[in-house]
């Protein structure tokens, strides 16, 4: 962490820099995302590994990044998955996040100390994502002002029949999130404003949540439309139509082409940097690990 003026920097340059020294990757060609678009990992496919504890120790690196590295978190949780049973694919897609980690290592997040106290948040899914299982992959990302406080890439557990039911899925999940964001800044006596802005890229799903008639078509998710629809007569979210090249939580839910992720991510920093840079592309001295 690096403390400035008007905010605090929280990088892991130096964590980086020694995990790509410790699995000799500084030499190698960098690459423009984290994860090929083209290449579909499975379960049952390619040799084992003969060394997994090699393969489950560079994933658990890896996830440990996440905590400032919101654009791979959805490349973390999809290596995850392949934990119990590691292949050479797997451990492929695994090196081709390190030579991802080496175009930028000094990637850093700034949380300000604006009075900006607004909440807002996206979230995303992508229906029957997996190969093996078909179950959808939720994404969302918390902001409070400009600053990303929380986002999340995960499997969902259980078989979505729909896109819709996917999307909302993902709707209860960062619906849930901002119940303890809020009930968190209220313990640290900073006051946000209600209701909390939603962005979703799914027009069927901000009708349902607003309409207060069940259909048939969604008895099977009602719990889940109940939870959301509680928190929308609270006064605690709002939920808003976006558009999808507009859906910043994107890159949470798939792998996208080196230009597409380097799109989202700049119009993510676009965003962010409105107010007071909050997302910054410095460009020290990537071996100088003090800046």
């Known amino acids: 962490m690096r403390y400035k003026g008007d905010g605090v920097l929280v990088c892991q340059r130096k964590f980086t820099m020694d995990l790509l020294k410790e699995y000799d990757y500084l030499t190698y060609s960098s690459v423009n995302s984290p994860l090929d678009p083209t290449i579909k990992l499975r379960n049952e496919d390619g040799a084992l590994l003969p060394d997994p504890g090699y393969y489950k120790k ?94 999340k890439s995960k499997k969902q557990t259980t078989v979505s029949l729909s896109s819709t039911e996917a999307e909302y899925r993902s709707v209860m999940k960062v619906v849930g999130e901002l119940v303890w964001v809020k009930r968190l800044l209220e313990e640290l006596t900073v006051m946000c404003t209600n209701p909390i802005t939603v962005f979703c890229d799914s027009q069927v799903v901000v009708h349902i949540a607003r309409n207060l008639v ?18 929308i007569q609270e006064g605690l979210v709002e939920l808003h139509h976006i558009s999808t090249s507009d ?45």
């Not at 069940?214 to 928190?231: A, L």
């Open 58 to 151: 560079l994933v658990g690196k890896l996830n440990f990044l996440t905590n400032t590295r919101l654009d791979i978190a959805y490349s973390v949780q999809h290596l995850s998955q392949f934990m119990q049973v590691s292949r050479e694919p797997h451990l492929k897609a695994a090196i081709h996040v390190l030579r991802y980690l080496k175009k930028d290592i000094t990637l850093r997040i700034f949380l300000s100390n604006g009075p900006n106290y607004t909440v807002s948040a996206y979230c995303d899914s992508d229906w029957a994502a997996c190969p093996d299982s078909r179950k959808c992959v939720s994404g969302y990302i918390v902001l409070l002002g400009d600053d990303p406080i929380s986002w």
């Open 214 to 231: 069940f259909h048939e078509r969604t008895k099977h998710i009602e719990v889940d439309c109940h939870f959301v629809r509680d928190k």
């Open 247 to 291: 859906q910043l939580a994107d890159n949470l839910t798939k792998a996208l082409t080196g230009i597409n992720h380097s799109d989202l991510l700049s119009k993510l920093a676009n965003l962010l940097s409105e107010a007071q840079r909050a997302l910054q592309w410095w460009k020290p001295n990537p071996f100088d690990l003090h800046s």
